[in-house]
């Protein structure tokens, strides 16, 4: 294989790996439930991390791996903190429900 078989390749990959990110970005506005919403924002993160990764071999430079990394853990921050605010207004809303069922049964 030579230089540029490889370097097809590689755009190869970052086009379909672009086309996933679209598609999760659809399947995240569309999203019917809030939890589709959160796997297609966790999955958007994975795709770009997987699209840095594959630029710094493509590219041959090592900082482009530290940066993939600092977007892993914001990436996870990210998907903990929206997982952590719909568990509260889910619960808020159960607990709202809960109350309502109460007060029309007195």
């Known amino acids: 294989m030579d230089l540029s078989q490889v370097s097809v390749f590689f755009i190869a990959v970052l086009l379909i790996l ?3 990110v679209v ?3 659809v399947r995240a506005i569309i999203g019917p439930r809030v939890a589709d919403r959160i796997v297609a924002t966790n999955m958007m993160g994975t795709l770009v991390i997987t699209i840095i990764a594959v630029l ?3 590219m ?3 900082y482009l791996v ?3 990394l600092i977007y892993a853990m914001i990436s996870f921050l990210a998907v903990i903190v929206l ?3 719909y568990m509260g207004v889910y ?3 159960k607990t709202e429900e809960k109350e309502e069922a109460e007060n029309e049964r007195s």
């Open 56 to 58: 710094a071999v493509m």
């Open 83 to 85: 997982c952590k605010v």
């Open 60 to 62: 041959g430079e090592g």
């Open 66 to 68: 530290d940066i993939c």
């Open 23 to 25: 598609l999760c970005l």
């Open 18 to 20: 672009a086309v996933l």
């Open 91 to 93: 619960l808020q809303r």
